[in-house]
């Protein structure tokens, strides 16, 4: 049973809730709407808003996905259910600009972008927001697993207690006045006591099951929304060992990402051990369409270059301090030593022992070494240079 008078007390707003619009941005699945269900048992006067984000193809009927057809009808039903008002915004011009946009041109460019966080950083959390406040609310809550704490005034992020569910790699951009405005009602659940709480409710998307893939990719074919957006992009070119060898060809770079080992559409090396047998993707070569494969010692990677860092602690310029740091919102984090550029926007990350199929495009995230749970920040990727550096490229 969920404790209500915590949910109150995590809503760090004074005074009775029912003098205080709450602000849900309700997906459709089963976090929002548990979300949304909490606050108007705690009595606060509660709104739900959703985006439409896009409007194409499979998408549209797809099942697990966000932001569109049947999951804002979701959305609809669980408001109605609930007896709170619903308002469905169109947000798909902005959304493909800031958004797929984005992804198109980052992919193509030999990157692999996370267009989760981009949505959290333009859309959720700035025209939902203003939104969100134009209509008088003291908060806009989300169903993200993630927590906000405020401690004498210092307002923090730390992960969700369910690590199964921890989604704070994908807000680390969240800013520190949008952090004042944000609330976090799942983040101190698990996914089962959030199913549970869905059930004792009777909402309709209890069972529903989690959302899977980028929300505007259908069946998760990455490759396929580049060329529906960018056609005439992509062009053939060559797969070529790290000795210079052209192995085979390829349709497009955009259906690789680095540290890709299995559907390269080569053999393995001949010839040599086991080790070096296995090719893994090395390297993008975007200027000369080229796929570069090789065994999985050419990914080893020992420092990236970060920028456009948010950083949710008091930083000085010019500063050098451990961290941990996430690469990828699956894997566990490394700790290494950050120097921080007289721009506190950029970065420098030396890992204590090497990294690989580290790529550009992709997040860091960092944390605490003394309370791992407490999210200090995170920039993007863009440098992450590899053992690929006395490589021969073949020009064609």
């Given at each position: 049973m969920v404790n209500i008078n915590k949910v109150i007390e995590e809503m760090d707003l004074e005074g009775n809730p029912s003098k205080h619009r709450i602000v849900v941005a309700m997906s459709g699945g089963v976090d929002s709407s548990v979300t949304a269900a909490l606050l108007v048992e705690a009595g606060f006067d509660v709104v739900g808003l959703t985006m439409q984000l896009y409007n194409h193809g499979k998408t549209v009927q797809k099942t697990g996905a966000c932001c569109a057809g049947s999951d804002i009808n979701d959305a609809r039903l669980v408001s109605s259910?609930?007896?709170?008002?619903?308002?469905?915004?169109?947000?798909?011009?902005?959304?493909?600009?800031?958004?797929?946009?984005?992804?198109?041109d980052s992919y193509i460019r030999g990157e692999t972008p996370i267009?989760?966080?981009?949505?959290?950083?333009?859309?959720?959390?700035?025209?939902?927001?203003?939104?969100?406040?134009?209509?008088?609310?003291?908060?806009?809550?989300?169903?993200?697993?993630?927590?906000?704490?405020?401690?004498?005034?210092f307002l923090s992020l730390y992960t969700g207690i369910d690590p199964s569910k921890d989604q704070s790699y994908f807000l680390f951009a969240t800013t520190k006045k949008q952090l004042d405005f944000v609330r976090f009602p799942l983040g101190s659940l698990t996914k089962n006591e959030t199913r549970a709480v869905a059930k004792r409710y009777e909402l309709?998307?209890?069972?529903?099951?989690?959302?899977?893939?980028?929300?505007?990719?259908?069946?998760?074919?990455?490759?396929?929304?580049?060329?529906?957006?960018?056609?005439?992009?992509?062009?053939?070119?060559?797969?070529?060992?790290?000795?210079?060898?052209?192995?085979?060809?390829h349709n497009g770079i955009i259906d690789f990402t680095i540290g890709q080992r299995k559907g390269i559409g080569v053999?393995?090396?001949?010839?040599?051990?086991?080790?070096?047998?296995?090719?893994?993707?090395?390297?993008?070569?975007?200027?000369?369409?080229?796929?570069?494969?090789?065994?999985?010692?050419?990914?080893?990677?020992n420092k990236i270059k970060i920028s456009d860092c948010n950083w949710l602690i008091d930083i000085k310029h010019e500063t050098e301090f451990r961290v941990l740091v996430k690469l990828r919102n699956s894997s566990q984090p490394v700790i290494g030593t950050?120097?921080?550029?007289?721009?506190?926007?950029?970065?420098?990350?030396?890992?204590?022992?090497?990294?690989?199929?580290?790529?550009?495009?992709?997040?860091?995230?960092?944390?605490?070494?003394?309370?791992?749970?407490?999210?200090?920040?995170?920039?993007?990727?863009?440098?992450?240079?590899?053992?690929?550096?006395?490589?021969?490229?073949p020009s064609a």
């Open positions: 259910k609930l007896g709170i008002p619903h308002y469905v915004l169109n947000y798909e011009s902005i959304f493909q600009d800031q958004v797929m946009n984005d992804f198109v267009p989760c966080v981009r949505c959290n950083q333009t859309v959720k959390f700035t025209d939902m927001f203003d939104r969100a406040k134009k209509l008088g609310a003291s908060a806009m809550a989300t169903g993200h697993y993630i927590r906000r704490k405020n401690r004498s005034g309709s998307v209890a069972d529903k099951p989690d959302s899977q893939d980028i929300c505007f990719v259908p069946e998760g074919k990455y490759a396929d929304v580049v060329r529906k957006l960018r056609p005439g992009s992509i062009d053939v070119g060559n797969i070529i060992d790290v000795d210079g060898n052209i192995l085979g060809k053999g393995g090396r001949k010839g040599v051990d086991d080790n070096n047998s296995i090719l893994y993707v090395i390297a993008l070569d975007t200027e000369n369409n080229n796929v570069i494969v090789g065994p999985k010692e050419f990914l080893s990677c950050i120097n921080v550029s007289s721009d506190s926007g950029y970065a420098n990350l030396l890992f204590d022992t090497p990294q690989f199929g580290v790529s550009t495009g992709q997040a860091a995230v960092f944390y605490n070494v003394i309370e791992n749970s407490h999210v200090l920040g995170g920039g993007w990727i863009t440098k992450a240079p590899n053992n690929l550096a006395n490589t021969k490229l």
